[in-house]
């Protein structure tokens, strides 16, 4: 996955006119053999995004992927082999390494909280949120898809997901559901619940799916039975973390979004080293 404009625009930000230290150090004739490794183990995503700002800097530059994004890989393991004009690899070096790093972090949290979602054995799916790096966002979704969650809405602009201060604004729960209705009759409306009651209002409204927003684990238990006898789908967001994904898996919910899988992921560590 890549994004052609995105990494031009890198491209730009970083070399500029030019990387005048390799220029005024390595003649333009020179060739050099460089490998992308894994400092430390993780899930790999942005391999063709990498691929891209070689491409771009210099097409002359053989870039062989070790691993397809969504491999787990461990500390030491090649993921990219590169042969091509020593210039085009140095001046690409740092844009290559923040895509991967930045993307397999954001895939190998994933993971783990996929990994401990599974461990209650229920169905429940893991979803991002929109709570990504301004103009990342395609990318950075992709990257959550690698280390196996699923992605909630790209934009505002295709779901209806109605939140608390569209309720405030709106006048209540009740006439947020109606107007949306209205506006939009074959859209399915999802809309975000606090408290018991809010849920018991939209489940009256027959909205789609209910988004129980920071709910301890009693009150979310209580939620979601309510929600499965009325037939309607539930989301458990707020405040979710590893500690406590599994908990919140156990009670039932169909979805779990967590915001931290794009807006708190560390970098993996991936270097490039001249061999």
């Keep these: 996955m890549q994004n052609s404009k995105l990494i031009k625009q890198a491209i730009s930000e970083d070399v500029g006119p030019g990387d005048i230290t390799t220029q005024a150090i390595i003649p333009s004739s020179q ?17 063709d995004s990498a691929r891209e700002v070689f491409r771009q800097i210099d097409k002359k530059t053989r870039f062989t992927a070790k691993v397809k994004d969504g491999a787990r890989v461990k500390k030491g393991k090649i993921i990219v082999t590169l042969v091509g004009p020593a210039r085009g690899i140095l001046a690409g070096e740092r844009v290559a390494l923040n895509f991967l790093q930045r993307l397999s972090g954001i895939a190998t949290l994933t993971r783990k909280f996929k990994t401990q979602i599974s461990k ?3 169905n429940v799916r893991l979803l991002d949120t929109r709570k990504t790096t301004p103009g990342l966002r395609v990318l950075e979704k992709y990257a959550v ?3 196996g969650g699923e992605n909630h809405r790209m934009g505002l602009y295709d779901a209806i997901l109605i939140k608390d201060n569209h309720i405030k604004l709106a006048g209540g729960v009740e006439n947020s559901i109606v107007v949306a209705k209205l506006a939009l ?10 408290t ?5 209002e939209a489940i009256k409204l027959r909205v789609d799916r ?14 979601v039975k309510l929600c499965k006898i009325a ?6 967001s707020g405040g979710i973390n590893l500690n406590n994904v599994g908990a919140v898996a156990k009670t039932g919910v169909d979805y779990i979004s967590v915001g931290a899988l794009t807006h708190s992921a560390k970098a993996l560590d991936i270097s490039l080293e001249v061999i």
Excluded: F, Q, W, Y
Aim: overall charge positive; cysteine-free.
């Design 185 to 194: 009759p074959r859209k399915p409306i999802e809309v975000e619940a606090k």
């Design 120 to 122: 209650v054995k229920t």
């Design 196 to 200: 018991i009651s809010e849920v018991k």
């Design 145 to 147: 898809k690698m280390g």
């Design 31 to 47: 060739k050099a053999r460089a490998i992308i490794l894994a400092k430390e183990n993780g899930i790999i995503a942005g391999v």
């Design 231 to 236: 037939g309607i789908k539930t989301e458990a």
């Design 210 to 223: 209910i988004l129980l927003d920071n709910m301890n684990i009693k009150t979310l238990r209580d939620a």
